[in-house]
């Protein structure tokens, strides 16, 4: 297939891209590099398209003619920024999906695989989470612009006959992993490796998933394979399990064979949040996209333990 991978020099959309050079797909990249790096291509460059743009201020349409299928992973992910700076995800997360939306109708292309982010549940009550809950209620400008851009998604599938699949991720992790609380640890320990500092109290509970297991997700359930026309479908993509945040902590530490780290805690905000925004508890049920064929290979540990390893070598 000849398909465009936005944001596909970033952490995910990189490994998305290796993914699909391996299958044989024409793969073109639309990045503008704010946090994508060159470096993340090199194992495919020579057999991808690579356009430096701006979604959001630059003309793209013309990488669009032919394509079948766009993956639109460009966003601002930082969930954190969003509560000091909302403008930044209604411009990054919600502008630029309507210019991908739009640029895409007048190329006649009409399919779109979009990653989205558990944040659109927001403090969910059952818990695992599956894709039926409602409703939708996100506490994060973050969660607020994903949800608000997957409506714009489904609008163009109601009116456009648009084929959309949305994925909604826990967090994800992996080599190449450039935010989030992983990232985060790795760095605050190679700065002082006898103290860390943990954002909140220490209790809120997440999933986690190896990016191998995402880029799995996002090719198991393709819209050109698996929605008819106008039809917009909703996958969570998670593993199994979820540990909370000293959890985390103590899986760094081994990775990079710490010993007598002391954890001081922030107390946080709103009853232990990391920050504002922040939710505390968080398991997606996958039940829906195993029941397409696809299967987590890593735990929340396991996910967790190999990218420190990776960013502990790295830097
Ligand atoms: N990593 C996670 O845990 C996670 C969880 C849920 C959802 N997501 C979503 O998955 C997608 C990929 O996230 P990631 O973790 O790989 O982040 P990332 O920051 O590594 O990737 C985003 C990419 O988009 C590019 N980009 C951003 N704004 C752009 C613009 N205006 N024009 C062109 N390129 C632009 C960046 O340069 C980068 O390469 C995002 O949509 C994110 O919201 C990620």
């Given at each position: ?95 630029v999906t309507e210019k991908v939306l ?5 190329a006649g292309v009409s399919n779109i ?38 409506r714009l998604i489904e609008e163009y ?159």
């Amino acid at each position: 297939m000849k398909v465009v991978v936005t944001g596909g020099a970033g952490f995910i959309g990189s490994h998305l891209v290796d993914a699909l050079v391996k299958r044989g797909d024409s793969v073109t990249v639309l990045d503008n590099f704010c946090s994508g790096e060159r470096e993340f291509l090199e194992q495919s460059s020579e057999n991808i398209e690579i356009h430096e743009v701006d979604l959001l201020n630059d003309d793209f349409s013309a990488q669009l003619e032919g394509v079948e299928l766009v993956f639109h992973a460009a966003a601002n992910p930082e969930v954190r920024i969003g509560e000091t700076q909302p403008e930044i995800m209604f411009e990054q997360n919600v502008k630029v999906t309507e210019k991908v939306l739009e640029s895409m109708r007048c190329a006649g292309v009409s399919n779109i695989s979009f990653t989205s982010t558990s944040t659109v549940y927001g403090e969910a009550t059952i818990i695992p989470t599956p894709e039926t809950y409602g409703p939708l209620n996100p506490i994060s400008e973050y969660g607020k612009s994903k949800l608000e851009a997957e409506r714009l998604i489904e609008e163009y599938c109601a009116k456009f006959g648009f084929r959309a699949v949305s994925l909604r991720f826990a967090n994800c992790v992996g080599a190449r992993s450039n935010h989030g609380v992983t990232f985060d640890f790795v760095n605050k320990l190679r700065d002082n490796d006898k103290e860390l500092t943990i954002l909140g109290d220490g209790s809120q509970s997440k999933s986690y998933f190896h990016v191998e297991d995402c880029v799995s997700s996002m090719l198991a359930v393709l819209p050109t394979d698996i929605c008819s026309e106008g039809e917009f479908c909703a996958f969570n993509v998670g593993s199994e399990d979820a540990i909370d945040v000293v959890a985390v902590a103590d899986t760094v530490c081994n990775a990079m064979k710490l010993e007598g780290v002391g954890y001081e805690f922030t107390g946080g905000v709103d009853g232990g949040r990391g920050w504002k925004g922040d939710v505390k508890t968080m398991l997606l049920s996958v039940e829906l996209l195993k029941s397409k064929g696809w299967k987590p290979k890593f735990d929340s540990q396991e996910a967790v333990h190999s990218t420190a390893m990776w960013l502990a070598e790295r830097y």
